[in-house]
């Protein structure tokens, strides 16, 4: 299972999730920087955040919440800010 993981200064990697589920969660916490938030997206995807990233020093993302406010997952004036991964359905299922 592949994500897609997006950086604060508009760079993209991609990395293989495991399939264990317990690795997984784990592995999307490292990647973000600590507890999950998830908003769904287009696609049968989510994006998955650190839920309290906007209340340290932070960057916005600008290609994730640009994506988020077109499926109007968040609000027109809210933001996501950090590392964000792109996640398939079945990777929080």
């Known amino acids: ?3 897609t993981i997006l950086h604060p200064g508009g760079e993209t990697d991609t ?7 317990v ?3 784990r592995l999307l916490q490292d990647l973000v920087g600590g507890h999950l ?4 997206v287009p696609g ?7 839920e309290e990233a906007k209340d340290s020093p932070h960057v916005v993302n600008e290609t994730a ?3 988020a406010r077109e ?5 027109a004036g809210d933001y996501i800010a950090g590392v964000v991964v792109v996640v ?3 990777a929080l299922a």
């Open 23 to 25: 690795r997984r969660l």
């Open 44 to 50: 049968a995807k989510y994006l998955v955040f650190w």
């Open 37 to 40: 938030e998830v908003v769904p």
């Open 1 to 3: 299972m592949l994500a």
């Open 71 to 75: 499926a109007e997952s968040i609000q």
């Open 65 to 67: 919440t640009a994506i």
């Open 15 to 21: 990395r293989e999730l495991p399939e264990d589920e």
């Open 88 to 90: 398939p359905r079945e």
